[in-house]
């Protein structure tokens, strides 16, 4: 017969050693709640919200949790109306067994702030269950000269339910030998008796058939049946008799399957069959038959299968010895569990916040509870994490902790933490539990992205084809996600006469600077401008750097020759006396180069001549000048073609062509030689030239009265429509003057210069020189010459 039936899952207490936080309400206790078992899923239980005198709102803002001890969730929290349910069908034999009451015990936690109470739900029961016999038909051999009231105890029926909803009764079905008691062991359970009132006969009836019926206290009451055989035997007067009437043993809960118990021993004084004694555990429960089993012969008790201190504390059975001639007696067996340290604790976590964000101390990181099923110092634990961490541990109400962070943490120096937390028990040996948590840490954005270097120089080619790749800026953010992600943007200039979104444009993605158009260095040798880089977080942090783009000359400027001007209707003849010596200055071309540097340098080189050898062109200054004394069978008209070159790579080049008349006197009049007459016809016509050339003064001189008329009029038109025309007095700057830097002009070359606006560009416009006291025999018609050039062209003059 077992006293120590014990529920499968076992409520555990574990004695812990903390400090209770100083949170109000720590340690208050709810309830207690009752339900009856069956009860269907989302039944009312009560009304937490009011038992914790807490709101709807409050309720939801402190974020109130139902947390079950075990696997299990047998009730739920109906945040809408705060109604504690049933959350599934609670079985009171399943969670409790034979144990009364059945209790359920579970937490209430709020987490804004931390507060925890204790509950409990109890388990009513129901008449689900009727009572069953473990054999269907049990069989009796009675001896005949059974003396009257003798009492032959028969196997109990097992109920289910507890109370007066478990087996209460027994009845025999009618028979005019036997009646049937109702007895009650030392823990409550009946069982059946049969009591002989009239004596046997062998002869007369050697076998009884009854039915044995057992009924529960429910109403209405359930029964279970069970058939009786007797069989009627000769006389067996001794029945067997045990040594000791109770054996107390105790073993520990390691103890080995198979290692043995206690021998139990009887004694039968009577002989042969009658005197033979067999050994069987009398109507153990299902649990006894599958940990204890009893060696019919010898009496030996062995363990079937491991004993567990944290499930059951203690044995009971009774062992019941029985003769060959079906006398039988009984003794009791009181067995008793020792503990042994052979369960580590056991971690539960109950909240984890992942991920926290950074720059946040104090802030709670998980709560979780510790449990060890064993008793005294095994199931007392210490719980601890590594020394290097910026967290702690804080105990909080009963085996409940909480992980707290202890300064302020950095995502840029550490983003994650793995944090082992270690429950160590006080037992011999000690066991302890490891349970491995990992905690992320949010990025906050408070970092500004940072450029690779604080300034930037490149050198961008001039004549660049359009969107071309000039470089990069680089920034980085030490922050995480969209706070880490960089986009850049060209700032606004500081120079408002910069046209910077003509000019570059970045992609906002990876910083590359583009050139929109082609850069001109003599228009443009060099900008700066701001990059901004910007994160994407809110608020945005911001940073900027300084580019500069310097535009790197080509040779794509050919010399341009100012004089002798290139355009007019007729060439300009440079008129030269044949008393002049060698080294006579002629003329001098006069050229400037767009480029800068090497690629400006011009050189002058004489390429032909009519006369080889008459004249020379200074290679630095462009004069040319005569390399001889004239002689009387020189030509009177020469032809010099001077080319005009830089130092450029490749070089550029240009030419001029230079007509020069050699006359006796500056009074003798120009006539143009015809180059196909004779030299003959010309010496016999010298009246004809001489009519001829006073006619030609003539014209010219009424043309330049005309053409002077004609600017005047042109001069006023563009003053009435906005643009202006001056002329500057006074000789040709100097410093306009100069070419290559190697000689100056004549003092006696003057040019009016015609500035024309009203566009974006200037013109120059040369016009004819001005030789005082001499009368040039150019023709009479002005010679313009227009170029545009945009004033930041670096000539020089």
């Not at 009132?197 to 029964?223: F, Q």
């Not at 044995?315 to 010895?321: C, G, L, Q, R, S």
């Amino acid at each position: 017969m077992e006293i120590g039936w014990m529920r499968n899952q076992k409520q555990r207490q574990v004695l812990v050693f903390f400090v209770l936080l100083s949170v109000p309400g720590v340690g208050a206790e709810l309830g207690p709640y009752s339900v009856v078992e069956e009860t269907e899923r989302g039944s009312f239980v009560a009304n937490l919200g009011k038992d914790l005198g807490l709101g709807l709102t409050e309720m939801s803002t402190r974020g109130v949790r139902i947390i079950s001890q075990g696997n299990k969730e047998h009730l739920q929290l109906a945040g809408q109306t705060g109604d504690l349910l049933i959350n599934e069908k609670l079985d009171r034999e399943e969670l409790c067994g034979p144990t009364e009451p059945c209790v359920l015990y579970f937490q209430v936690l709020m987490e804004k702030p931390l507060e925890i109470f204790q509950a409990e739900l109890r388990v009513r029961d129901v008449n689900d269950n009727s009572p069953v016999f473990t054999e269907k038909e049990m069989l009796l051999k009675i001896p005949e000269n059974s003396p009257l009231g003798n009492a032959f105890p028969l196997n109990n029926a097992v109920d289910l339910d507890v109370g007066s909803n478990n087996v209460q009764t027994y009845k025999i079905s009618p028979n005019s030998h036997f009646r049937v008691l109702t007895q009650e062991l030392r823990d409550g359970r009946k069982y059946p008796e049969l009591v002989l009132d009239k004596e046997l006969d062998r002869e007369e009836e050697p076998e009884l058939r009854l039915i044995l019926t057992a009924l529960d206290g429910g109403s209405p009451p359930r029964a279970g049946t069970a058939k009786v055989r007797i069989e009627i035997v000769d006389t067996n007067d001794n029945a067997p008799e045990f040594e000791q009437p109770v054996y107390k043993v105790q073993i520990p809960e390691d103890r080995p399957i198979g290692s043995l118990v206690v021998t139990v021993v009887a004694r039968d004084l009577d002989s042969g069959v009658n005197g033979k004694i067999s050994y069987t555990l009398f109507q153990p429960s299902d649990d006894m038959s599958k940990t204890l089993e009893v060696n019919p012969r010898t009496g030996e008790i062995r363990l079937r299968k491991q004993v567990d201190y944290e499930t059951v504390l203690s044995y009971e059975v009774d062992i019941k010895a029985t003769d060959g001639g079906g006398l039988s007696g009984k003794c009791t067996l009181l067995l008793q569990v020792v503990d042994v340290n052979d369960n580590p604790p056991e971690v539960t976590m109950s909240a984890l916040t992942s991920p926290i964000p950074e720059n946040s101390p104090e802030t709670v990181v998980a709560v979780f509870s510790v449990s060890d099923p064993d008793s005294g110092n095994n199931g007392k634990t210490i719980s601890s994490i590594q020394e290097d961490l910026p967290f702690r541990l804080q105990p909080s109400v009963k085996n409940f902790y909480t992980l707290v962070t202890a300064r302020a943490l950095d995502r840029e120096a550490r983003a994650e933490y793995n944090i082992t937390i270690t429950v160590t028990d006080l037992g011999t040996p000690r066991l302890k539990t490891q349970l491995n948590i990992t905690v992320q840490v949010s990025d906050v954005n408070d970092n500004a992205p940072a450029f690779s270097q604080p300034s930037y120089t490149l050198f961008v080619p001039e004549n660049n084809s359009p969107a071309l790749h000039i470089g990069s800026v680089s920034a980085t953010d030490r922050d995480s996600g969209a706070n880490a992600q960089v986009t850049y943007s060209l700032l606004p200039p500081r120079d408002p006469h910069l046209p910077l979104a003509s000019l570059v444009s970045i992609n906002a993605d990876n910083g590359q600077l583009f050139a929109l158009r082609s850069l001109d260095f003599e228009a443009l040798r060099a900008f700066e401008f701001r990059v901004g880089a910007a994160d994407r977080g809110s608020p945005a942090l911001r940073s900027e750097a300084l580019v500069r783009v310097a535009v790197l000359d080509d040779n794509d400027n050919p010399p341009f020759v100012l004089y002798p001007p290139q355009n007019g209707s007729a060439p300009c003849t440079e008129l030269l006396p044949r008393a002049a010596e060698a080294g006579y200055l002629v003329s001098k071309v006069v050229a400037v180069d767009g480029d800068s540097g090497q690629n400006a340098w011009l050189s002058f080189q004489l390429l032909k001549a009519t006369e080889p050898g008459l004249f020379s062109v200074w290679p630095h200054n462009g004069e040319v000048r005569t390399a001889r004394p004239l002689g009387e069978r020189d030509a009177a008209r020469h032809r010099l073609v001077v080319l005009v070159r830089d130092s450029g790579e490749p070089a550029l080049s240009a030419s001029v062509t230079l007509h020069v008349l050699l006359v006796d006197g500056f009074s003798q009049p120009y006539l143009p030689p015809p180059e196909a007459a004779p030299a003959q016809a010309q010496a016999d016509s010298l009246t004809v030239y001489l009519v001829v050339a006073l006619a030609a003064v003539s014209s010219l001189f009424l043309f330049s009265v005309l053409l002077f008329v004609a600017v005047r009029l042109c001069r006023r038109d563009r003053a009435a429509s906005g643009g202006r025309c001056s002329v500057p007095e006074g000789r040709f700057p100097g410093h306009l003057v100069d070419v290559s830097g190697a000689g100056t002009l004549s003092q006696s070359y003057q040019y009016e210069v015609c500035l024309m606006d009203g566009s974006g560009t200037s013109e120059f416009k040369f016009l004819k020189p001005i030789i005082p006291n001499l009368s040039p025999q150019c023709p009479a018609k002005e010679i313009e010459e227009n170029s545009n050039f945009h004033n930041s062209f670096g000539f020089n003059y």
